[in-house]
């Protein structure tokens, strides 16, 4: 690539210009990726420990259904009358240009009991609070994996653009400030050497 560039001073002052705008995105980037790997890191950690209570949760929700089952029957005719949860939103926080959800809802049980006394017990009112635990331990499980790999996602794309600058544009602007600087620093001996011989020439 260099040695495709003509050498003048205007290729010279083009080449510095860029080679200063590759350090400066390369600097960008790197301060970029630090700041997604902390996030990122914030975010597994709280993965770690919502995953650590999640599967107790699940089970414990499981064995409550498995008690009203033996008590009631099987309660498919009480889950019907659960409405779908319209509660749940969505928004989003952004960290450096990446964007992590952010998932609101209710996270008490309703005060207003969608099935009725008459027909039921307390096993089944447990395993309704249990499944309600399940829902909201869910639903942050979910807003948390999807921004690690949102944020793996970015800091992957970022790490590519930061290799490019540093292992290929850098060097590249760097040799042709070097060929460039060489064959001018050539021509001005030249020229002074030639100037030299002139002005003997003509004592």
Do not use: C, W
Not at 128 to 133: D, P, W
């Amino acid at each position: 690539m260099a040695d495709q560039v003509f050498p003048t001073k205007g290729n010279l002052i083009a080449a510095k210009r860029s080679l200063a705008l590759s350090k400066l995105g390369y600097d960008l980037m790197d301060r970029k990726r630090n700041v997604l790997v902390r996030e990122l890191m914030q975010l597994v950690d709280r993965a770690k420990e919502l995953r650590g209570s999640i599967e107790k949760t699940y089970e414990l929700a499981y064995a409550r259904l498995q008690e009203a089952n033996i008590t009631l029957g099987v309660a498919d005719r009480f889950a019907n009358a659960v409405p779908v949860d319209q509660s749940v939103a969505i928004a989003t926080r952004t960290v450096m240009g990446v964007e992590i959800p952010i998932i609101t809802h209710e996270d008490e049980m309703p005060s207003d009991i969608p099935y009725g006394f008459l027909d039921t017990n307390v096993q089944l009112d447990e395993a309704y609070a249990a499944f309600i635990k399940v829902r909201n331990m869910t639903l942050m499980l979910a807003e948390v994996d999807t921004g690690v790999f949102r944020l793996a996602t970015a800091i992957s794309a970022t790490q590519r653009r930061a290799n490019a600058l540093k292992e290929v544009l850098i060097p590249r602007y760097t040799q042709i400030i070097r060929t460039i600087s060489d064959a001018l620093e050539d021509k001005e001996r030249e020229e002074f050497t030639r100037m030299k011989i002139i002005k003997a020439t003509k004592n």
